[in-house]
């Protein structure tokens, strides 16, 4: 399967505690997100990567939450002292370069539980 | 600033009726305009995308999707349900220079038999 892979697909957690998700994108793709997705709503920007550079982050995005993507390969995305507020579908998404509307194609997810 | 808005929460249909989907977006700029689907359990897949090409966009799985700039709409479009169209339907916008989609709320596509 040559498509983006998340892992792991679950993870529950006590709050409080830190978490880390990782994301491997397609090979070829050099820009990567990561959205987050609560229950009846839909995904809501994170952050972007172009290569190993985060050039863009949301609001949403605290001081508890950082991303990597230190070869411009796969990505993690790390929450430390976890709220339960924090409990969401957390998506990553990859596309190719261009100026174009290019397709971002999305992994599985990650569904994140902190009790 | 770009938004979606979409008109219904859920959508119930019977199979082999026709399918709408509504979606109204904001933009500041000219928009690309996308539907992605969602089915339990699987990824974000693209359905169809508009890129100011024409303004009838056929997509996967004989949906399609007119975009009129006069009304800012978007929706969404099949002429006959089938079981397995049942899943999350999200309008989706972006436009140059901001590498983010703006997704909505999406819509619960139910098919009855």
């Known amino acids: 399967d040559t498509g983006v892979s998340q892992n792991p697909r679950h993870k529950i957690t006590k709050r409080g505690q830190n978490v880390t998700f990782r994301c491997d994108p397609i090979?070829?793709?050099?820009?990567l997100y990561w959205y987050r997705q609560t229950l009846g709503q839909g995904p809501e920007f994170l952050t972007y990567?172009?290569?190993?550079?985060?050039?863009?982050k949301s609001r949403l995005l605290s001081d508890r939450f950082s991303a990597e993507r230190p070869k411009g390969s796969f990505s993690t995305l790390e929450i430390q002292r976890t709220e339960q507020g924090d409990s969401a579908m957390y998506l990553c998404?990859?596309?190719?370069?261009?100026?174009?509307?290019?397709?971002?194609?999305f992994g599985p997810g990650t569904r994140l539980t902190v009790l | 600033a770009q938004s979606v808005t979409q008109l219904d929460s859920h959508v119930s249909v019977s199979e082999g009726t026709p399918v709408l989907l509504r979606c109204n977006y904001s933009?500041?700029?000219?928009?690309?305009l996308f539907w992605y689907v969602q089915h339990p359990n699987k990824g974000l897949q693209l359905l169809l995308k508009?890129?100011?090409?024409?303004?009838l966009v056929k997509g996967i799985n004989g949906f399609e999707a007119e975009f009129k700039k006069s009304e800012t709409s978007f929706h969404l479009t099949k002429p006959s349900a089938h079981m397995s169209d049942a899943a999350e339907y999200f309008c989706?916008?972006?436009?140059?220079?901001?590498?983010?989609?703006?997704f909505g709320s999406g819509t619960r596509l139910q098919v009855q038999p």
């Open positions: 998404a990859s596309r190719s370069g261009g100026t174009g509307a290019n397709e971002q194609f």
């Open positions: 090979s070829e793709h050099n820009r």
């Open positions: 990567f172009q290569n190993e550079a985060q050039l863009e």
């Open positions: 933009s500041s700029y000219s928009p690309s």
């Open positions: 508009y890129t100011s090409a024409a303004t």
């Open positions: 989706v916008v972006s436009v140059a220079g901001r590498r983010a989609l703006t």
